[in-house]
């Protein structure tokens, strides 16, 4: 209901012709150019400051400001009437007029999410003038964007019991959109004009009614605050030759803006120009500038318009979907016999205004405000996150989810996230969002409502814990962050019952964990995994993906007593009898596979058959390492290759996601998932290793580490004991990680360097193989140190490519890895400590006794310990020491 407090317009006639507006009025303001729009809000801002009104301009386009005139708006030639003798009203910020610039380049949310807090600080009663919403084109291009602008703007409005202007230009929006602002207006006024006449039809006014109010009405130009209805024939007709004129049936207006701009570029194929290029570049890939320069040089218009054919929405296609096409153009424009062994991808694109879209419709966008302000950033997450599931998709969106589910048929596909922020330089939010598996079976609307939910899933999981902890530490809360997704047919071959491919993994161009000083990080590094490649990107518990140095693969990383010890035992599968994504014991997976498969896939370890028949166990050891993969010499020379090219056209390290299937007679196909740019850690500090004693050493290592050349003082150490841990009850264990997770929390506001050493798996979810933190628990930890203990099974795992270890690179945290026996650690004194004051209970008082005895916390600011890492020999030293460069001088803390 609107206010019947009555707000004047700064004309008498228009005022009466709407009987009055009122606060909690939206009003828009249909125009054919600005200088219309710039006629009425100048006399309402006049009168408004006359009356000691509060008044806001908000601005988006310094080129097209209303408040100076303009060359090209017919309505200023108005001036020479008698009504416009008086000089212009300069816009000039006072007491009473207030402009804030708008950035709407930073795009839709952040510009919303601004606006929506000067409102609230604005207060009550408070006139608001708008730039026009069709210069929103410029930067958010699709119309729909800009009615979802206008739909969750107006409320903040008319919350406020406030009143504001508003304007779009006739002809340049979709019918769609038009009826979403009219429906959410609560005032929509066209006006047209034509030499020196001037009309303006109110097409809706709520709340209030005259017998004219809907008539046309004429607006003397001489005395403008004369505003008359017309009511005579003769009169009419002159106007509706006039609206003739403005075009207002034009049929163009059944199309989205998007839609208008691809079809005039579509025309104009054969003046491709690099202007034209790198605009529609910056319409689907984003504003990253590296990231335009790149698709820039590889790309072309019919490339732009075939991801436009396959995209559902409007909008960009986010990172992740950005990269995979980059990377699939660089290997088919650099290396064309390498890319005859790619697989052809046909993926399907949902557009990030869909997300903004789908909070607007199922009124979310509310909770998606109050989840913004800092109190309500985690504690309305949540409630935000139930809502998003429970919403529901507009017919349209629906239809086209049909069709492209119709086009997969039966095929298996993945819903992936792929956010405006995703996988770029800098932020690879690797594994913070969901991606859900579709086995795509059933009846075609069973399939769409498994479908719509994934959909909703990878949506909701933007409300995450673990996602607003990344967002904020990178001081990334305040960034616009939409949601688009990639769909993607699952590459892989059906066993059966079950549906793989043959392997899949991760792949590294630059090799940032060199367990040998004769591997060469610049050949590149492969996680690779048989099945889907789930378990490449997981901290596996139990399992062992194999890393391999492309240069020289049979250099194991990590060795047991038998070739089974540290390999694969479990694989990742879409399971068609339960319609889902399992994780099965390889035994189960190999008495599904055909038998040439089974033995290019499969291994046995005879010769722990052989100890076991000593002890009267006749049974198979079976496991993989994909080790006929990786014997394959074409796989590794195209892989190289491939990795090379990618990075020299990024001037940057890169990693890639892939898949392979194999045939019988050893061909391969690989599917280019995923790319992106690698982050890389270390500080590039060359470094003198320093001579230390024993006594003085914590620890001594050669290889074994990651995050390259690295020096440091150490403030804080950290240390769970692994026999203590170990014998500690299996059930209590997660919460020796939650007390990790207090101290962590302790020293946040601290800069404190916080050296961390936990037994086996560092982010492990199975306690008997390490501790169970998840990365917000050790997220201002700089030194992280995964110890082996033998004697209770404890052992660190080359996690190098896991989206675990992608976070500890991201956020410059050094890893380390110590064995109780092994060539890597030279010296490791573990009772280093033993004889400094314990200060955990001063951080987590409420302990118990037992878990007290555990967790060790010692403060050594300021007492010398320090740690350096020597990237070229691989080795490492923590200890009291100081440490100099290459030139000699002291390494300053």
């Known amino acids: 209901m609107i206010n019947q407090k009555k707000v004047y317009s700064g004309f008498d006639g228009l005022d009466s012709a709407l009987d009055y507006m009122r606060y909690g009025d939206n009003v828009v303001w249909q125009i054919s150019d600005v200088g219309e729009y710039a006629f009425f ?30 060359e090209g708006y017919t309505i200023y030639d108005l001036r020479a009437s008698a009504a416009f003798r008086a000089p212009w009203i300069a816009f000039e910020e006072d007491e009473r007029l207030t402009i804030y610039d708008i950035d709407i380049t930073a795009g839709f949310e952040k510009a919303v999410m601004d606006i929506s807090d000067i409102i609230e600080e604005e207060g009550a009663e408070t006139h608001y003038i708008f730039d026009s919403m069709t210069i929103l084109q410029n930067e958010w291009v699709a119309d729909f964007m800009i009615a979802n602008f206008f739909v969750v703007t107006a409320p903040e409005i008319a919350k406020t019991n406030s009143i504001a202007y508003f304007a779009c230009v006739r002809n340049h929006h979709s019918v769609e959109s038009l009826a979403r602002i009219r429906e959410a207006a609560s005032v929509l006024i066209d006006v047209v004009h034509a030499s020196k006449q001037m009309y303006v039809q109110p097409a809706k006014v709520q709340d209030r009614y005259l017998p004219t109010i809907f008539l046309p009405h004429i607006v003397d130009i001489d005395d403008p605050n004369m505003i008359k209805p017309l009511t005579n024939g003769i009169e009419l007709s002159g106007y509706f030759a006039v609206v003739g004129k403005n075009g207002d049936m034009d049929g163009s207006q059944n199309l989205d803006n998007w839609e208008r701009f691809f079809i005039e570029k579509r025309k104009m194929a054969k003046d491709e120009n690099e202007e034209d290029i790198r605009t529609l570049c910056r319409m689907i890939f984003g504003s990253d500038e590296h990231i335009l320069d790149i698709a820039a040089r590889n790309i072309t218009l019919d490339d732009i318009l075939a991801i436009k054919a396959r995209m559902i929405g409007v909008g960009s296609i986010g990172g992740k979907a950005t990269g995979m096409i980059l990377s699939r153009l660089i290997v088919a424009r650099k290396l064309p016999e390498v890319s005859k062994v790619l697989e052809p991808h046909d993926s399907f694109y949902i557009a990030s205004n869909l997300y903004y879209t789908f909070l607007v ?156 000083s004769e591997i060469d990080p610049k050949a590149g590094v492969v996680r690779i995994v048989m099945g889907l490649g789930t378990r490449a990107v997981d901290r596996t518990d139990g399992d062992y993906p194999r890393i391999a140095a492309l240069d020289r693969p049979s250099n194991r990383a990590i060795q047991g007593e038998y070739p089974s010890d540290f390999a694969q035992k479990k694989v990742d599968v879409l399971d068609l009898t339960v319609n889902s994504h399992s994780t099965l014991p390889i035994e189960e997976v190999s008495d599904r596979m055909a038998e040439w498969f089974r033995d290019i896939m499969i291994e046995r370890d005879h010769r722990r058959e052989q100890e076991m028949k000593k002890i009267g166990i006749d049974r198979k050891f079976i496991y993989t390492s994909c080790d006929n993969i990786l014997k394959n010499q074409k796989f590794l020379v195209d892989m190289r290759a491939l990795l090379s090219a990618v990075e020299k056209e990024y001037n940057y390290p890169v990693d890639v996601e892939f898949a392979l299937n194999i045939s019988k007679s050893g ?93 086996g798996r560092l982010g492990t979810t199975s306690p008997e193989l390490g501790v169970p933190v998840r990365f917000a628990e050790i997220s201002n930890v700089s030194i992280a140190c995964e110890v082996s203990y033998e004697g209770g099974g404890y052992l660190p795992e080359l996690s190098y490519g896991s989206h675990f270890f992608q976070d500890l690179v991201e956020s410059d945290i050094f890893y380390a890895s110590i064995f109780e026996n092994k060539d890597t650690t030279e010296y490791y004194d573990a009772g280093f400590f033993s004889e400094k004051e314990n200060i955990l209970r001063l951080i987590v008082p409420d302990i118990s006794a037992d878990a007290a005895g555990i967790i060790g916390v010692y403060d050594v600011t300021g007492k010398g310990l320090h740690i350096v890492s020597e990237v070229t020999s691989g080795r490492t030293i923590c200890g009291y020491f100081n440490a100099v460069d290459a030139d000699g001088n002291p390494c300053i803390d």
């Not at 400051?49 to 005139?69: C, H, M, S, W």
């Not at 841990?725 to 302790?746: C, E, M, T, V």
């Open 41 to 70: 809000a100048r006399s309402f801002i006049k009168k408004a400051i006359e009356d000691g009104k509060n008044v806001v301009y908000f601005r988006f386009d310094q080129a097209q400001r209303l408040d100076e005139p303009a």
């Open 361 to 516: 419709k199922n009124k979310c966008w509310g909770l998606k405000i109050k989840q913004r302000k800092r109190r309500g950033y985690f504690a309305i997450a949540e409630i935000l996150k139930e809502k998003m599931m429970e919403g529901v998709f507009s017919d349209n969106i629906r239809e086209q989810f049909r069709r492209m589910l119709e086009y997969y048929g039966q095929s298996p596909i993945i819903v992936r996230s792929s956010s405006m922020l995703e996988d770029g330089f800098g932020n690879a939010f690797a594994g913070k969002y969901e991606s859900v598996f579709c086995v795509n079976k059933g009846a075609l609307e069973d399939r769409l409502l498994a479908f719509e939910n994934a959909v909703k899933e990878v949506y909701a999981s933007t409300m995450d814990e673990s996602v607003l902890e990344y967002r904020l530490q990178r001081d990334l809360s305040a960034m616009d962050e939409q949601m688009a997704l990639l769909v993607q047919r699952v590459s892989g071959s059906l066993f059966r019952d079950i549906y793989m491919p043959a392997a899949a993994g991760v792949a590294f161009s630059y090799n940032q964990y060199r367990w040998n």
């Open 667 to 759: 061909e391969f196909v690989i599917n280019l998932l995923q790319c992106r740019p690698l982050q890389v850690g270390g500080s590039g500090l060359r470094v003198l290793l320093p001579e230390v004693a024993d006594e003085d050493t914590f620890f001594r290592l050669n290889g074994g580490t990651m995050g390259g050349s690295y020096y440091s003082a150490v403030d804080v150490v950290v240390r769970i004991d692994p026999k203590t841990y170990y014998d500690y009850p299996y059930n209590l264990k997660p919460a020796i990680a939650r007390s990790i997770g207090q101290i962590n929390q302790f020293y946040k506001e601290e800069e404190k360097v916080i050296m961390l050493l936990v037994p």
